[in-house]
C-alpha cells in the first residue's frame, strides 16, 4: 500500500534550521491536504501546522512566526519550514495527509515519523 516518507529530522543547535518533507511512496498520489504534528518525549502528541485543500494554513501558537507549512505542486511533496529553533521543539514528528488519484479515489496516511533534536 502507499506510505507517506518524512526526512529531514535531526540534530540542530538552538536558533538553527530544518525542513522535513513528505512524500508519498508512489508518485502517482497527489497530496490534497496535510498536516504536521510532533510528539515530545513524555508528552502528548500536538498539532503544529496544517495545510487545507483550499491552501490555508494554521498554527499551534507554540510555532506561530517560526514554522512554515508548504506543498510543492511540482514534486508533490510536503514540507515544513523550522526555523529559530528552540530546545522544547525537540520531538518526533509526523507528517499526515490525505491522499487522491482522482475526485473518487482518496485515502488519508501517516508518516513513519522523524526525529527532530534541538541540543547545544
Known amino acids: 500500500q502507499v506510505q507517506l516518507v518524512e526526512s529531514g529530522g535531526g540534530l540542530v543547535q538552538p536558533g538553527g534550521s530544518l525542513r522535513l518533507s513528505c512524500a508519498a511512496s508512489?508518485?502517482?498520489?497527489?497530496?490534497?491536504?496535510m498536516a504536521w504534528n510532533r510528539q515530545a518525549p513524555g508528552k502528548e502528541r500536538e498539532l503544529v501546522a496544517t495545510f487545507t485543500s483550499g491552501g490555508s494554513t494554521n498554527y499551534a501558537d507554540s510555532v506561530k512566526g517560526r514554522f512554515t507549512i508548504s506543498r510543492d505542486n511540482a514534486n508533490n511533496t510536503g514540507y515544513l519550514q523550522m526555523n529559530s529553533l528552540k530546545p522544547e521543539d525537540t520531538a518526533v514528528y509526523y507528517c499526515?495527509?490525505?491522499?487522491?488519484?482522482?475526485?473518487?479515489?482518496?485515502?488519508?496516511?501517516w508518516g513513519q515519523g522523524t526525529l527532530v533534536t534541538v541540543s547545544s
Open positions: 499526515y495527509a490525505d491522499l487522491y488519484l482522482d475526485p473518487i479515489r482518496r485515502l488519508e496516511r
Open positions: 508512489r508518485s502517482i498520489f497527489k497530496i490534497n491536504a
